[in-house]
């Protein structure tokens, strides 16, 4: 069975950087596209940073610049590097895979919270 386990979040200050990682439980290769989404408090999840197998990112406008999504294959692991972090990227954040037969993973999340 496919796990994904965030590890990383917590709490800093306005400006600060954190690391979130995402271990699977197999190997990254099996998924077509990995992403991380999060989701604040009222608010509907919504998507941060994607990457696909062929390593192509895409970003939120609100995180360009500041946030960057990589990948570890021998590790199965994704990382999303976070810098200049502000009280909006306050969030529960989930780490997600996608597998070209159509099935997808959610990890539990881990909470960033920012403090102004």
């Known amino acids: 069975q496919v796990q994904l386990v965030e590890s990383g979040g917590g709490l800093v200050q306005a400006g600060g950087s954190l690391r979130l990682s995402c271990a699977a439980s197999?190997?990254?290769?099996?998924?077509?596209?990995m992403a991380w989404y999060r989701q604040a408090p009222g608010k509907q999840r919504e998507l941060v940073a994607g990457?696909?197998?062929?390593?192509?990112?895409n970003y939120a406008d609100s995180v360009k610049g500041r946030f960057t999504i990589s990948r570890d294959n021998a590790k199965k692991t994704v990382y999303l590097q976070m810098n200049s972090l502000r009280p909006e990227d306050t969030a529960v954040y989930y780490c997600y895979a996608f597998e070209v037969a159509g099935r997808n993973y959610w990890g539990q999340g881990t909470q960033v919270t920012v403090s102004s």
């Open positions: 197999v190997s990254i290769f099996s998924f077509d596209f």
């Open positions: 990457i696909t197998r062929a390593g192509n990112t």
